[in-house]
Protein backbone atom coordinates (compact mmCIF):
# COMPACT_ATOMS: atom_id res chain seq x y z
CA UNK A 1 0.00 0.00 0.00
CA UNK A 2 1.21 3.28 -0.74
CA UNK A 3 0.15 6.51 0.33
CA UNK A 4 0.83 10.09 -0.63
CA UNK A 5 0.70 13.37 1.14
CA UNK A 6 0.70 16.59 -0.87
CA UNK A 7 1.78 20.28 -0.14
CA UNK A 8 3.16 23.47 -0.62
CA UNK A 9 0.49 25.22 -2.36
CA UNK A 10 -0.70 28.58 -2.03
CA UNK A 11 -1.70 31.83 -3.36
CA UNK A 12 0.70 33.61 -5.12
CA UNK A 13 0.78 36.41 -7.66
CA UNK A 14 1.91 35.67 -11.74
CA UNK A 15 5.00 35.25 -11.81
CA UNK A 16 5.94 33.55 -8.70
CA UNK A 17 7.14 30.53 -7.41
CA UNK A 18 6.42 27.66 -5.37
CA UNK A 19 7.64 24.63 -4.58
CA UNK A 20 4.78 21.55 -4.04
CA UNK A 21 5.93 18.52 -2.30
CA UNK A 22 4.59 14.68 -1.87
CA UNK A 23 5.50 12.90 0.66
CA UNK A 24 5.00 9.05 -0.39
CA UNK A 25 4.99 6.19 2.07
CA UNK A 26 5.06 2.55 1.17
CA UNK A 27 7.60 -0.28 0.45
CA UNK A 28 9.80 -0.06 -2.79
CA UNK A 29 7.94 3.13 -3.29
CA UNK A 30 11.31 4.27 -4.66
CA UNK A 31 10.86 2.26 -7.94
CA UNK A 32 7.32 3.46 -8.84
CA UNK A 33 6.71 5.95 -11.61
CA UNK A 34 5.43 9.05 -10.20
CA UNK A 35 3.80 11.93 -11.32
CA UNK A 36 1.80 14.97 -11.13
CA UNK A 37 -1.92 16.18 -12.59
CA UNK A 38 -4.09 19.21 -11.90
CA UNK A 39 -7.58 20.00 -12.35
CA UNK A 40 -8.63 23.26 -12.56
CA UNK A 41 -12.44 24.62 -11.53
CA UNK A 42 -15.07 23.07 -13.66
CA UNK A 43 -12.43 21.14 -16.20
CA UNK A 44 -11.09 17.97 -15.88
CA UNK A 45 -7.80 16.38 -14.60
CA UNK A 46 -4.83 16.73 -17.01
CA UNK A 47 -1.50 15.06 -16.68
CA UNK A 48 1.71 17.90 -15.56
CA UNK A 49 4.95 15.91 -15.09
CA UNK A 50 5.96 12.98 -14.50
CA UNK A 51 9.03 10.76 -13.51
CA UNK A 52 10.34 7.30 -15.63
CA UNK A 53 11.74 4.99 -12.92
CA UNK A 54 15.09 3.76 -14.77
CA UNK A 55 16.52 1.51 -12.15
CA UNK A 56 18.48 2.59 -9.06
CA UNK A 57 18.18 5.63 -8.22
CA UNK A 58 17.87 7.55 -11.74
CA UNK A 59 14.46 8.68 -13.51
CA UNK A 60 13.78 10.55 -16.56
CA UNK A 61 11.47 13.59 -16.66
CA UNK A 62 8.43 14.39 -18.71
CA UNK A 63 6.36 17.86 -18.88
CA UNK A 64 3.16 18.39 -20.40
CA UNK A 65 3.46 21.40 -23.70
CA UNK A 66 1.89 23.83 -21.05
CA UNK A 67 4.27 23.88 -18.56
CA UNK A 68 8.03 23.28 -20.04
CA UNK A 69 10.24 25.37 -19.29
CA UNK A 70 8.40 26.90 -16.19
CA UNK A 71 8.12 23.65 -13.69
CA UNK A 72 10.90 21.07 -12.78
CA UNK A 73 9.75 17.88 -11.08
CA UNK A 74 12.67 16.34 -9.12
CA UNK A 75 12.48 13.40 -6.27
CA UNK A 76 15.08 12.81 -3.53
CA UNK A 77 15.00 8.80 -2.88
CA UNK A 78 16.39 9.58 1.02
CA UNK A 79 13.15 11.59 1.97
CA UNK A 80 10.25 9.59 -0.87
CA UNK A 81 9.68 13.16 -1.70
CA UNK A 82 9.09 14.51 -5.06
CA UNK A 83 8.46 18.09 -5.61
CA UNK A 84 7.77 20.25 -8.44
CA UNK A 85 9.26 23.22 -8.55
CA UNK A 86 6.86 25.80 -10.79
CA UNK A 87 8.15 29.13 -11.81
CA UNK A 88 6.83 31.79 -13.72
CA UNK A 89 3.13 31.05 -12.67
CA UNK A 90 0.54 32.25 -14.47
CA UNK A 91 -3.61 32.63 -13.94
CA UNK A 92 -4.10 29.59 -15.74
CA UNK A 93 -2.03 27.41 -13.87
CA UNK A 94 -4.53 27.87 -10.81
CA UNK A 95 -5.60 24.44 -10.05
CA UNK A 96 -5.53 21.83 -7.51
CA UNK A 97 -2.60 19.66 -7.84
CA UNK A 98 -2.23 16.14 -7.42
CA UNK A 99 0.29 13.58 -6.99
CA UNK A 100 0.22 10.23 -8.09
CA UNK A 101 2.44 6.87 -7.95
CA UNK A 102 2.59 3.27 -9.27
CA UNK A 103 4.04 0.32 -10.67
CA UNK A 104 4.41 1.35 -14.63
CA UNK A 105 6.25 -0.27 -17.54
CA UNK A 106 6.67 3.03 -20.27
CA UNK A 107 6.78 6.74 -20.19
CA UNK A 108 3.86 7.13 -22.18
CA UNK A 109 1.92 5.43 -18.90
CA UNK A 110 2.88 8.33 -17.10
CA UNK A 111 0.14 10.47 -19.07
CA UNK A 112 -3.26 8.49 -18.85
CA UNK A 113 -4.27 8.86 -14.68
CA UNK A 114 -5.84 5.33 -15.23
CA UNK A 115 -2.92 4.16 -14.52
CA UNK A 116 -2.07 4.88 -11.07
CA UNK A 117 -4.27 3.32 -8.73
CA UNK A 118 -2.44 5.67 -5.37
CA UNK A 119 -3.59 9.65 -5.41
CA UNK A 120 -2.52 12.60 -2.72
CA UNK A 121 -5.60 14.67 -1.51
CA UNK A 122 -4.23 17.63 -3.65
CA UNK A 123 -3.07 20.76 -2.43
CA UNK A 124 -4.22 24.11 -4.05
CA UNK A 125 -2.27 26.45 -6.29
CA UNK A 126 -4.06 29.80 -6.63
CA UNK A 127 -2.79 32.40 -9.33
CA UNK A 128 -3.60 35.87 -9.10
CA UNK A 129 -3.31 38.46 -11.67
Known amino acids: QVQLVESGGGLVQAGGSLRLSCVAS????????MAWSRQAPGKERHFVAG???????????YYADSVKGRFTISRNNAKKTMYLQVNNLKPEDTAVYYC???????????????????WGQGTQVTVSS
Open 100 to 118: AADRLQEAYGLYDQRNFNY
Open 26 to 33: GRAVNSYF
Open 51 to 61: LKWRGGDTYAG
